[in-house]
C-alpha cells in the first residue's frame, strides 16, 4: 500500500540546521559488487541502508555471498556465485546494470526483474554487450527486464563497443565485474556524450582501490583480468542527497551544514556547491563540514546538468522558488530514469501553478507565485524531496507515496521536518 499523502512542512523561519546524512548508494552498491567478487572478507563501514542497497545485499546473497551486519556496518565473505536464483532488482538502475554481469560469472540459471517502470528503463545495450562477451541471456527478444542469466560459471570478456548515451550505468556494470572475465574487458563507447562523468569516475576509482588495473581514454575503458582485494571500505556520506537540504538554506535564506562532507571525492553532488553558489548562496567548508547560508532573494541558474542528473529534480524545485528564470540543459537521458523525470516535473510544477517547459534535453523554468495541491511522486524518491523543497515556501502541498523515498533516504520526512519545523 503506497503510504498516505505527507503535508510538506512550511518553514516559518530561516532553517539553521546541522543535518548529517546516511552514506552514498552509489559507493555502497559499487562496493558490494566489488566486496563479492574480492578474493577475501570486506567490511563495508557506514554503508547507505536503504531499499536500493538492500536489494543489491539480497541479490548477491541470493548468489551465495555472505553479507551480515554488524551493527550498522556490513560484513561480506564472498562465496563461489551460483543459481538457480531470482533477483528483484526493485526500481534500482545500480542494480539492475551491476548485478547482471556478476550473475554471467555464477554457474546456474539467474532470473532478473524488478518493479513495472525497470522494464521501461534502458537495459538493451547492457545486454547485448554481454552476449558479445560471451554470457547466455534469455530475454525473449525484448532487450529488457525481466530475462534470465544462464550462467556457466566463467565470462570470456574481451572487446566490446556499447552505446551507453542512456545511462552511465551500462558502462559501470561492465566494468565493475570485469577483473573476474577471462580477459578482462575493454569497452568502448559510441553514440551521442555519455552521461554522469562523475559515476563513471567513481567505478574507475573503486575499482583501482581494490587492485583492479584501469586505464581510460575518452569513451574507451579498460579493465585488466586479475584479483580484487578485500579489507575496509568506508562509504562517504550521500551528496546528492544533500541536495535538498542545502536548498533549504537558499529558499529560507537560513544555513544548513552537512558533516563530513569530503574533501575530494568523484560523487557528482560535489557540484552542488558551484551549483548553489551560481544561485546566490553563500557556499563554505570547514571543519565542521559544508554549509551553505541563503542570503535572502536567489537566482535562477542556466546549467547544463549532463554529469550530474541526479540533481535535476531539487534543483527545478530551486529554480521555481527563484527571482530569476532558469534553463537546466543536457538531461534528456532523464526520462529513463525512476520516471520521466522531464514530464513528471512539468506536470507536478505546473500542476501548482508554475510555468515549466519541457526542452528537448532539459527543462525552462521561469517562476510564478504557486498555489498547495497534491504533488505526484510517480515511485521517484527525488519527486518527494523536490515537492519538500517546494513546500518550504508554499503552504499546502501534499506529497503523495512520500515513502517512496526509501529507495534512497528512508529517514527522509524525519530529518526534514526537524530541520523546516524544529520542535
Ligand atoms: O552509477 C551510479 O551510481 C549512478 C549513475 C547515474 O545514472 P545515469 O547515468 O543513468 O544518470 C545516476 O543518475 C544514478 O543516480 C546513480
Ligand atoms: C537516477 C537515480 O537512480 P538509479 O540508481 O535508480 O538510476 C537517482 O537516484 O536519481
Do not use: C, Y
Given at each position: 500500500m503506497p503510504s498516505p499523502h505527507w503535508s510538506a512542512p512550511v518553514a516559518h523561519a530561516p532553517v539553521d540546521a546541522v543535518v548529517p546524512l546516511p552514506g552514498s548508494k552509489s559507493m555502497t552498491n559499487r562496493a558490494l559488487i566489488l566486496a563479492a567478487l574480492a578474493d577475501g572478507p570486506s567490511a563495508i563501514t557506514r554503508p547507505l541502508h536503504s531499499r536500493d542497497t538492500e536489494l543489491m545485499a539480497d541479490a548477491l546473497r541470493a548468489l551465495g555471498v555472505g553479507i551480515g551486519e554488524d551493527f550498522d556496518d556490513w560484513q561480506v565473505l564472498p562465496g563461489e556465485l551460483t543459481g538457480p536464483a531470482?533477483?528483484?532488482?526493485?526500481?534500482?538502475?545500480?542494480?539492475?546494470?551491476?548485478?547482471?554481469?556478476?550473475?554471467?560469472?555464477?554457474?546456474?540459471?539467474?532470473?532478473?526483474?524488478?518493479?513495472?517502470?525497470?522494464?521501461?528503463?534502458?537495459?538493451?545495450?547492457?545486454?547485448?554487450?554481454?552476449?558479445?562477451?560471451?554470457?547466455?541471456?534469455?530475454?525473449?527478444?525484448?532487450?529488457?527486464?525481466?530475462?534470465?542469466?544462464?550462467?556457466?560459471?566463467?565470462?570470456?570478456?574481451?572487446?566490446?563497443?556499447?552505446?551507453?548515451?542512456?545511462?552511465?550505468?551500462?558502462?559501470?556494470?561492465?566494468?565493475?565485474?570485469?577483473?573476474?572475465?577471462?580477459?578482462?574487458?575493454?569497452?568502448?563507447?559510441?553514440?551521442?556524450?555519455?552521461?554522469?562523468?562523475?559515476?563513471?569516475?567513481?567505478?574507475?576509482?573503486?575499482?583501482?582501490?581494490?587492485?583492479?588495473?584501469?586505464?581510460?581514454?575518452?569513451?574507451?575503458?579498460?579493465?585488466?583480468?586479475?584479483?580484487?582485494?578485500?579489507?575496509?571500505?568506508?562509504i562517504e556520506p550521500d551528496l546528492s542527497n544533500a541536495a535538498q537540504f542545502l536548498g533549504a538554506a537558499l529558499v529560507t535564506g537560513g544555513r544548513v551544514t552537512v558533516p563530513d562532507w569530503p574533501a575530494e571525492t568523484t560523487q557528482p553532488g560535489d557540484a552542488l556547491r558551484g551549483l548553489l553558489a551560481q544561485m546566490g548562496a553563500e557556499v563554505s567548508r570547514g571543519p565542521d563540514g559544508l554549509t551553505v547560508r541563503g542570503t535572502g532573494g536567489f537566482q535562477g541558474l542556466d546549467a547544463d546538468l549532463h554529469e550530474v542528473g541526479e540533481l535535476?529534480?531539487?534543483?527545478?524545485?530551486?529554480?521555481?522558488?527563484?527571482?530569476?528564470?532558469?534553463?537546466?540543459?543536457?538531461?534528456?537521458?532523464?526520462?529513463?530514469?525512476?520516471?520521466?523525470?522531464?514530464?513528471?516535473?512539468?506536470?507536478?510544477?505546473?500542476?501548482?501553478?508554475?510555468?515549466?517547459?519541457?526542452?528537448?534535453?532539459?527543462?525552462?523554468?521561469?517562476?510564478?507565485?504557486?498555489?498547495?495541491?497534491?504533488?505526484?511522486?510517480y515511485d521517484d524518491h527525488r519527486m518527494v524531496m523536490a515537492a519538500a523543497v517546494l513546500g518550504l515556501a508554499v503552504p499546502g502541498i501534499e506529497v503523495e507515496n512520500p515513502g517512496t523515498v526509501g529507495k534512497t533516504l528512508p529517514n527522509f520526512t524525519e530529518l526534514w521536518a526537524s530541520m523546516a519545523a524544529p520542535a
Open positions: 531470482r533477483v528483484d532488482v526493485g526500481l534500482a538502475g545500480t542494480v539492475m546494470r551491476f548485478l547482471p554481469p556478476v550473475a554471467a560469472l555464477a554457474s546456474g540459471e539467474v532470473a532478473v526483474d524488478g518493479d513495472p517502470r525497470a522494464r521501461e528503463r534502458p537495459m538493451g545495450p547492457i545486454i547485448t554487450a554481454l552476449r558479445a562477451l560471451g554470457a547466455d541471456i534469455e530475454d525473449g527478444g525484448r532487450g529488457a527486464l525481466p530475462f534470465t542469466v544462464r550462467g556457466a560459471g566463467a565470462v570470456n570478456g574481451g572487446q566490446v563497443v556499447i552505446d551507453a548515451s542512456g545511462s552511465s550505468q551500462l558502462v559501470s556494470g561492465l566494468l565493475l565485474a570485469a577483473p573476474r572475465f577471462e580477459k578482462g574487458v575493454e569497452v568502448r563507447h559510441e553514440g551521442p556524450p555519455v552521461p554522469s562523468a562523475p559515476h563513471l569516475e567513481m567505478t574507475v576509482r573503486m575499482l583501482r582501490d581494490a587492485g583492479a588495473a584501469v586505464e581510460t581514454e575518452k569513451n574507451l575503458w579498460h579493465v585488466a583480468p586479475g584479483p580484487l582485494r578485500g579489507g575496509e571500505r568506508v535535476t529534480p531539487v534543483l527545478a524545485a530551486l529554480a521555481a522558488l527563484a527571482d530569476s528564470p532558469s534553463r537546466l540543459t543536457g538531461i534528456a537521458h532523464l526520462r529513463g530514469h525512476e520516471t520521466d523525470r522531464l514530464a513528471a516535473l512539468v506536470t507536478e510544477i505546473n500542476g501548482l501553478g508554475g510555468d515549466v517547459r519541457e526542452l528537448p534535453d532539459g527543462l525552462a523554468i521561469t517562476p510564478r507565485p504557486l498555489r498547495g495541491g497534491v504533488f505526484h511522486t
